[in-house]
């Protein structure tokens, strides 16, 4: 996996070679062949994209592409865009959360299996086979519904009630403009250490240093662009996919959203520090007199 500007050609090569040069060969080695079926394993990837994985979308179209050129011959052909399977396979393997995160449940072995079965009895050119929870799919993918190529699913998909105060749950900008100015700093830069945990996989305890780069606590590229859609959709903003490398630390991250984003007045110097007791004291003894 990899941003698309940092895949080499053997990057490439590599995920490319089993899926296309594979398929390639049988679909040679069987054209004198009356088959019944000759069934290929796409990836939902080649469908709706996956984060880094520009490589493996294109060995899976190829597969697709294949399907469709020999069904235009009138040879038997099945191009499956399995979506990820639980319990087993690559994405059982993964330990973060980043199929979740775009609505995209797993497919237990069983199901997959009947729906396999399913699938070839009704002889279908090129069925996309996914758990999806298409709301959280739109939301993770900020797609509005009106327009696109999931419009139709979406509009046919029951989209969840607001919470009771008409506001979307989570929703922490409100939550900002809810509070002091002196108390919104620390509020984001907790959930900004809410959102690396999910991107790292991390659980509710593990500690995410606020003025260490995120690179040293174990970011990647595709964390960093994984982190900066988080931000987009729990802030409902487009922030550019530069924003961890030019703010590296969750601190620096804070400070940008608020003062250049977010556009929250800033928080007076004087009342950055909460007074202590004893200042309170003199104050109030210098006021009386």
């Known amino acids: 996996d990899g941003m698309l500007g940092a895949l080499d050609w053997t990057a490439f090569q590599a995920v490319m070679a089993p899926k296309v040069r594979a398929a390639w060969h049988l679909h040679q080695a069987t054209l004198d062949h009356d088959l019944d ?75 997959g299996l009947r729906l396999l079965d399913a699938v070839l009895r009704e002889a279908v050119g090129q069925p996309v086979v996914a758990a999806m929870d298409w709301p959280a799919f739109a939301a993770a993918r900020g797609l509005d519904g009106r327009s696109g190529l999931f419009a139709a699913l979406l509009a046919a998909t029951p989209r969840p009630a607001p919470a009771a105060d008409g506001a979307p749950a989570g929703d922490v900008v409100a939550a900002l403009a809810a509070v002091l100015p002196a108390e919104r700093p620390a509020l984001l830069r907790r959930h900004l250490q809410d959102l690396a945990r999910e991107t790292l ?47 590296p630390t969750l601190d620096k991250i804070a400070r940008h959203l608020l003062a250049e984003v977010l556009r929250f007045d800033p928080v007076p110097a004087e009342a ?18």
Do not use: K
Not at 204 to 217: C, F, G, K, S, T
Not at 272 to 289: K, N, Y
């Open 201 to 247: 996989g991390y659980g509710d305890e593990e500690a995410i240093a606020l003025d260490r780069p995120l690179v040293e606590q174990g970011f990647d590229s595709l964390m960093s662009v994984d982190m900066r859609n988080r931000l987009n959709r729990s802030l409902g903003q487009v922030l550019p996919a530069s924003l961890l490398f030019d703010y």
């Open 37 to 111: 079926l000759f069934v290929l394993f796409s990836s939902v990837a080649a469908i709706i994209g996956n984060l880094g994985q520009g490589n493996y979308a294109a060995a899976n179209g190829f597969m697709d592409g294949l399907a469709q050129e020999r069904r235009r011959r009138g040879l038997a052909a099945t191009s499956i865009n399995w979506g990820p399977w639980a319990e087993t396979g690559m994405a059982a393997a993964l330990e973060s959360d980043r199929f979740a995160a775009q609505g995209i449940g797993g497919l237990p072995p069983a199901q």
């Open 272 to 289: 950055a520090a909460v007074p202590s007791a004893a200042a309170l004291l003199d104050e109030l003894e210098r006021l009386i007199g």
